[in-house]
C-alpha cells in the first residue's frame, strides 16, 4: 500500500476495459490504442449506426484534480467548436464505475506527424493546403474564444473526405485554454513527463516562459509546424528542454537558403513561415484568419492546381465563421444581409499592413494591427460579436497577392454592439392583397393605406410620419392597432431598430391576431432583435412565425417567404453556409413564382451574394449583388440607402478579389449616399469610413487612411462610448497607422 523507496501511499491502479454496451447508447467493437492516460475505443451509435471513437481516462487518472481537468477541458473546448476541420465532439459522460469517456468522431487516416515519419518533409504545394485548413479551424476556435496550445504535427490527422486526400482533422484540445472562462487555468502547468515535454518543440516563447497566451500562441506553433513539415526538421535542434525553451525564447531559427535543401521553396512561403514564427507576438500575423488568407493567397497565385478542390474551404459548421460570438480579431467572417456586407468587411478594423523588412512581414489584415492587439490585450477583444454584420474583409498584401479574411463574427464583426446596417426595405407581401391573398394590415385605412404605399416606395420617413399618427398612442387611444406593425417596420428600415422592437412589441400586446398579420410582426421583430445582436430571440421568432407560415397557400407563402429569409440570415450567421443557401433559395423561389415584392427580392439576393461570396463563388456572388443594385435603383432612385448597402456590397467584393480602383468608388458611393440620407454622425456612415480607411491603408494612401479612422473613431467614440469593442478596433488601427506615420 505504500512505496518502498520513500513511503508514499500508492494508489490502486486497475486495468480499465470498456466492454459491451455503454450508456445504453454506444456498443464497444475494439481497442484502437491507449497509454497512461487513457484508452480510444472504436464504437457504434446503436441507433445511428454510426462508427464513433470513445476516449476514456484510466480510473488511476481520475484522482489527478490535473488529469481530470485536462480530460473535461477536451470535452468543453470541442463542445463549444463546430468547424469541418476540427475533430467533433459528441458526448461526454462518466460510466457507473466512474471511468469518464468522451466520444468523438471516429478518423480513418494518420497523422501528420506518421506522414512526416515516413517521407520526411511534404512539397511545399500539398503542405500549404493541408496548413489553410489548419488556419481556417484555428481561426474558428480562436472566435469561439479557445487557444489549443498544444498544435504539432501528431495533432493533425489527414483523412480521405470525398474523395479528397489531405483532409485536415484537428484533434486533441485536451490543454486548450478557453479564454475568460479558466483564469485559474492549471492545465497549462502541466509537467508531468509526457506533458509538458510532448510538445516543448512547437510552444511558443510566451508559452515556454509561462505568460498569458492567446491566439498568437498558437500562430507560433503553426509556423513551427509548417517549418518541420516544409525543410524536414524543426526550427530548433536542442539537446534537452531547457536548451529548447532557451531556444524559442532567444534565438531565430535557420533561414530555408542555410538549411541547403536541394530543393526549392517559394520565398513568398518562407516569409509566411518565418513571419508566424516572430518571437513579439505584436510582430506575428495577428489572426489565424489573416494566416489562412495569406496561404489562399498564395495558392491561387500559383494557379489553378495549386487552388482547387484539394484545398478544401470550410464552409460547415457554425464556426465558421456570423453572427459571430467575440472572436479574435480577424474573421472569416459574420452575416449581415448583404446591407453591411461590405461595411463589416472592412468595417471591423480590418488594416492592411504595410510590408516591413522584417522576414515574411505582409499585411496585417484580419481585423486588427500589430499595435490593435498590443492595445487590446487578447486576440479575441479585437474580434467580433454576434451581429448581422457580416465579417470584415481584409487584405494582407503579400507581393501581389490579396488575402482576405471575412470576419463575420462581424465585430462579430463589428463588435457585437454595432447595429446591422441593412436595407431590408419591403416585406415580401407587397403583392399579396393584389393576388387574392390576406389583405396587408390596416390596407383598408386611407391614411395607413397612403403610408403602405409610400413604404413601399422607400419612403420610410414620410410612410413613418402617418402610421405614427395612425396609431394608439396616450393622446390617441383608439388609434389603429395595425398602424403599429408598420410604424414598427418603418423604424426597421430607418435603422432605429430598439424603437422598433418596442413599438412591434406593443402591436403585440394590443392586437388579436394570431395568422398571417402575427407572423408579419413576427418577422419585423426578429428584424429589429437582430440587428442588435439579440441572436436568440430573433430566432426564437422566426421559429415562432415558422410555425404559421409553413402552412400557409397561394399568395399568403410571400409571408413564409419573409420568414425563410430570415432563418436564412440566421444560418448565414451562424456560418451554417448550405443551410443558409436552401433557405435563401426557396424564399426566392416563392417569391418570383407569386410575383413578389422586387425590393424583398434584392434583400433575397442580397443575401445569396454573401454566401456565394463566403463560399468564394466570386462571379455568382457579383451576379446576385449586381441584379439587387439594379432592383434597388429601379424602385429606390440613386439616392437611397438601399443603393449604399448594394454599392457597399459590391465594394467588399471588388476589395476581396483586389479590385481596388473599383472597391473605392463604390464605397465612395455608398458613403456620399449615407451621410446624405444619414447625416455624419451614424454609425453606418462611420463604417464605410473606417471601410475607406483599411482599403487607403492597403493603398498606402496614409493620409486619407487617417482621416478616414479618424471620422470613424470620432463617430463611434460619440454614439457608443470609449470601451465599446468597435471603438476600440478604430482607435488601435489609427493609432498604429499614425505611429508608422510618425516613425517616417
Known amino acids: 500500500m505504500t512505496c518502498s523507496e520513500d513511503g508514499t501511499t500508492l494508489t490502486l491502479i486497475r486495468k480499465d476495459s470498456l466492454s459491451g454496451v455503454v450508456e445504453d447508447k454506444y456498443i464497444i467493437t475494439g481497442a484502437l490504442g491507449g497509454g497512461g492516460w487513457g484508452t480510444v475505443y472504436k464504437a457504434e451509435h446503436i441507433l445511428l449506426k454510426r462508427p464513433v471513437a470513445i476516449k476514456t481516462l484510466h480510473q488511476h487518472m481520475v484522482a489527478s484534480g490535473t488529469a481530470l481537468k485536462r480530460f473535461k477541458q477536451e470535452a468543453l473546448a470541442g463542445s463549444k467548436l463546430d468547424h469541418p476541420h476540427i475533430l467533433d465532439v459528441q458526448d461526454f459522460g462518466i460510466t457507473p464505475d466512474g471511468t469518464p469517456y468522451i466520444v468523438m468522431d471516429f478518423l480513418e487516416g494518420k497523422s501528420l506527424a506518421d506522414t512526416l515519419q515516413a517521407g520526411g518533409y511534404l512539397e511545399q504545394q500539398r503542405a500549404m493546403k493541408i496548413f489553410a485548413q489548419v488556419s481556417s479551424a484555428l481561426a474558428h476556435a480562436h472566435r469561439h474564444g479557445v487557444v489549443h496550445r498544444d498544435l504539432k504535427p501528431g495533432n493533425i490527422m ?93 534565438e531565430t531559427p535557420p533561414d530555408f537558403v542555410s538549411l541547403a535543401l536541394g530543393r526549392e521553396i517559394s520565398q513568398v512561403v518562407e516569409q509566411i513561415v518565418f513571419k508566424t514564427l516572430e518571437k513579439d507576438p505584436l510582430n506575428r500575423y495577428q489572426t489565424m484568419t489573416e494566416v489562412e488568407e495569406t496561404i489562399r493567397g498564395w495558392l491561387a497565385a500559383e494557379g489553378p492546381s495549386a487552388s482547387g478542390a484539394s484545398v478544401p474551404a470550410a464552409t460547415g459548421g457554425q464556426g465558421q465563421e456570423y453572427w459571430a460570438s467575440p472572436t479574435t480579431t480577424g474573421n472569416t467572417t459574420q452575416p449581415i444581409p448583404a446591407s453591411t456586407v461590405a461595411t463589416v468587411k472592412l468595417a471591423a478594423g480590418a488594416a492592411a499592413e504595410e510590408a516591413t523588412s522584417a522576414p515574411g512581414s505582409t499585411a496585417s489584415s484580419a481585423g486588427q494591427s500589430s499595435t490593435q492587439l498590443a492595445a487590446t490585450g487578447t486576440a479575441e477583444e479585437a474580434s467580433l460579436p454576434p451581429t448581422w454584420l457580416i465579417g470584415v474583409l481584409v487584405a494582407s498584401a503579400l507581393v501581389v497577392l490579396v488575402p482576405l479574411c471575412f470576419m463575420l463574427s462581424k465585430s462579430s464583426e463589428l463588435l457585437g454592439k454595432s447595429p446591422k446596417q441593412q436595407t431590408h426595405t419591403a416585406t415580401a407581401t407587397t403583392t399579396a392583397n393584389a393576388q387574392g391573398g390576406t389583405a396587408e394590415p390596416g390596407s383598408e385605412d386611407p391614411s395607413i393605406g397612403q403610408g403602405i404605399e409610400l413604404f413601399h416606395r422607400g419612403k420610410y420617413d414620410e410612410a413613418l410620419r402617418l402610421f405614427a399618427n395612425a396609431a394608439p398612442t396616450s393622446s390617441n387611444p383608439k388609434g389603429n392597432v395595425e398602424a403599429l406593425l408598420w410604424e414598427g417596420k418603418a423604424l426597421n428600415s430607418l435603422y432605429r431598430y430598439s424603437e422598433a422592437k418596442q413599438i412591434l412589441l406593443d402591436y403585440m400586446k394590443k392586437s388579436d391576431d394570431i395568422g398571417v398579420n402575427a407572423a408579419r410582426a413576427l418577422n419585423a421583430l426578429a428584424r429589429s432583435c437582430a440587428s442588435m445582436g439579440q441572436t436568440d430571440e430573433a430566432q426564437g421568432y422566426l421559429h415562432r412565425a415558422e410555425g404559421v407560415t409553413s402552412t400557409l397557400k397561394g399568395p399568403d407563402r410571400l409571408v413564409h417567404a419573409a420568414t425563410l429569409l430570415g432563418l436564412g440570415e440566421v444560418a448565414l450567421g451562424q456560418k451554417k453556409y448550405t443551410k443558409a443557401k436552401g433557405l435563401l433559395q426557396e424564399s426566392l423561389s416563392i417569391n418570383q413564382q407569386y410575383s413578389g415584392s422586387e425590393l424583398e427580392k434584392a434583400n433575397i439576393l442580397s443575401d445569396l451574394g454573401e454566401v456565394h461570396q463566403f463560399l468564394k463563388e466570386f462571379n455568382d456572388a457579383r451576379k446576385c449583388y449586381t441584379t439587387a443594385l439594379q432592383i434597388r435603383q429601379k424602385w429606390l432612385g440613386l439616392s437611397s440607402p438601399g443603393m449604399a448597402n448594394s454599392l457597399m456590397c459590391l465594394g467588399s467584393l471588388d476589395f476581396q478579389q483586389n479590385k481596388l480602383a473599383e472597391s473605392e468608388k463604390h464605397f465612395q458611393q455608398a458613403l456620399s449616399i449615407d451621410r446624405q440620407n444619414l447625416g455624419e454622425s451614424n454609425l453606418e456612415v462611420a463604417m464605410i469610413e473606417h471601410c475607406l480607411g483599411v482599403l487607403y491603408q492597403r493603398q498606402k494612401n496614409y493620409q486619407e487612411a487617417l482621416e478616414y479612422f479618424y471620422k470613424a473613431l470620432m463617430t463611434r467614440t460619440t454614439l457608443l462610448g470609449d470601451n465599446d469593442q468597435t471603438v476600440r478596433i478604430t482607435r488601435n488601427e489609427y493609432t498604429s497607422l499614425l505611429a508608422r506615420a510618425h516613425r517616417r
Do not use: W
Open 158 to 250: 489527414l483523412i480521405e473526405h470525398d474523395g479528397v486526400p489531405d483532409y485536415v482533422k484537428i484533434v486533441d484540445f485536451g490543454i486548450a485554454k478557453i479564454l475568460k472562462d479558466d483564469e485559474n487555468d492549471t492545465a497549462s502547468q502541466l509537467t508531468e513527463t509526457g506533458q509538458l515535454f510532448g510538445s516543448p518543440l512547437y510552444m511558443s516563447p510566451e508559452q515556454c516562459t509561462g505568460r498569458d497566451l492567446d491566439g498568437r500562441s498558437d500562430i507560433y506553433s503553426l509556423g513551427c509546424v509548417m517549418y518541420r513539415t516544409l525543410t524536414g526538421q524543426p526550427p530548433f535542434l536542442v539537446r534537452d528542454l531547457p536548451d529548447c525553451i532557451y531556444k524559442h525564447v532567444n
